[in-house]
């Protein structure tokens, strides 16, 4: 299948006036204040929203208006639960790698706001984000009732058509069928792996959230689905079928299997179906068992993408996956005694991040560093990761659907685990430390949010020495 590429946007680059640093930074913090004033359903708990809450009918009047640049590039897109933001990092790396320009929209940020907008690995520059914003304000204002999330969305799109990409990676925020990343046709869709998350919004079983991920699926484009429990796989391939879209499955199209792995790294091989005697051999610096799944689903999406789209050879995507960098994901800050973070937020992942632990720090005690959200299931995640720690410090990032510390401690205390709270993650830190020791192991965990508390506080520490 050609893809045939129509430039309805000119690809002239984003230039802002001249600004002194103190006059960009005040005027970056107001566009982010422009950007934070529209309704941002990510700091409502899940509970208060519904499927009501949003309407891809605003973001296509705004795409319309902007002249339709998610138009202008080739594209993946990239739903699931867990997965999708690694699976998307190893797509936009390989393809760099080969030597391309290529977008990358992901969601949330670890720390700045531009992270979420990257062109070949570097955030879009503030001058950029800027004067981006001011030129859309004339566009929102013509759509009404538009969301943080829809605007910060179609800036992506808008900043990669007028930079010139020549391939976008696309992760959907939340779902998949209502998820304002589904005004894209890309050129491949993939699934990566589904379990409960957001249940008030996508759900209560399994198969209810993946029809509500496979709702990125479009008519004759193909999708490759990560591996899953027979349920989700069922419905998604019935959603595939329904809109003739190839259905590429693991098990059935692809394989894969583990090799070698350390603390530097890990390698796996990936094959077509019966095809097993040409397998590519490939090496992520990534840990844990669910990262070869996301690897094995990248290399899956990429040969697939190629078929369709851009030329990239194995080479280009094993250059790729060696080189990828992506934060707060079993993390290791510092070897000994180690200190981790890791961004896992729901009991599926908890339970991805203890056979990690036990994989690389089999019996090694664990100083946990915990900060949820309060809307998540928290005791499914305590029952998977608990086993494995030998006492609990609760903090909180700053973001407005963080539970209590001294809540949290108290939940904890209930499961027989020591626990001591503390609400800024640079204390959490120190007493973490402190009662850790030489022998012991420090693990910050909970959500995107707290890891990226936890890690600013840890850099800053360093800084300090």
Not at 127 to 144: E, F, N, Q, R, T
Not at 345 to 372: I, K, W
Request: charged share 20%; proline share 6%.
């Amino acid at each position: 299948m050609a893809f045939l590429i129509t430039c309805t946007t000119p690809w002239t680059r984003v230039e802002s006036a001249h600004m002194e640093p103190t006059e960009l930074e005040t005027a970056y913090q107001q566009a982010l204040d422009y950007i934070y004033s529209f309704v941002d359903h990510s700091l409502t708990h899940q509970q208060n929203l519904s499927p009501e809450n949003f309407d891809l009918a605003r973001m296509f009047a705004l795409m319309e208006r902007l002249g339709n640049p998610q138009q202008d590039y080739p594209s993946i897109h990239v739903a699931g639960t867990k997965g999708k933001g690694s699976v998307s990092a190893l797509c936009a790396a390989a393809l760099k790698a080969g030597g391309y320009r290529v977008g990358l929209y992901t969601s949330p940020h670890l720390k700045d706001f531009e992270e979420r907008i990257q062109i070949d690995g570097q955030p879009m520059p503030r001058s950029d984000l800027v004067a981006l914003v001011d030129a859309i304000k004339p566009h929102v204002a013509a759509v009404p009732k538009l969301t943080t999330f829809e605007i910060t969305t179609a800036l992506g799109f808008w900043y990669f058509a007028r930079q010139g990409v020549k391939v976008a990676v696309l992760e959907v925020g939340l779902g998949g069928r209502l998820d304002s990343t589904n005004v894209v046709t890309p050129t491949v869709s993939v699934i990566t792996s589904i379990s409960l998350d957001h249940t008030f919004i996508l759900g209560d079983t399994i198969e209810k959230i993946a029809a509500e991920k496979a709702g990125i699926i479009k008519p004759g484009v193909p999708v490759v689905l990560a591996p899953q429990k027979p349920g989700p796989t069922q419905v998604v391939a019935e959603i595939a079928a329904e809109h003739d879209a190839p259905f590429v499955a693991f098990g059935d199209a692809y394989h894969f299997t583990p090799g070698e792995h350390s603390l530097e790294g890990q390698s796996f091989k990936v094959w077509k179906q019966d095809e097993e005697d040409t397998a590519v051999m490939l090496r992520i610096p990534l840990l844990g068992a669910h990262q070869v799944e996301n690897a094995a689903t990248a290399y899956a999406a990429l040969d697939v993408f190629r078929g369709c789209a851009l030329e990239l050879s194995d080479a280009d995507i094993r250059t790729g996956f060696a080189q990828i960098s992506w934060p707060a994901r079993f993390e290791i800050l510092q070897r000994q005694p180690p200190v981790i973070v890791d961004s896992a937020h729901n009991p599926y992942s908890m339970q991805a991040l203890r056979e990690t632990l036990d994989t690389y720090y089999p019996g090694r005690p664990v100083t946990l560093v915990l900060g949820v959200s309060a809307d998540k299931d928290i005791e499914g995640m305590l029952v998977a990761l608990l086993p494995r720690v030998a006492r609990v410090i609760t903090t909180q990032s700053y973001h407005p659907r963080a539970m209590d510390p001294d809540e949290l401690a108290a939940f904890v205390q209930q499961y027989e685990r020591p626990a001591q709270a503390y609400w800024e993650a640079a204390d959490a830190l120190e007493a973490a430390l402190h009662v850790a020791g030489e022998d012991g192991l420090v693990l910050c965990t909970g959500s995107l949010f707290v890891a990226a508390s936890f890690r600013i506080a840890w850099f800053e520490k360093l800084t300090k020495l």
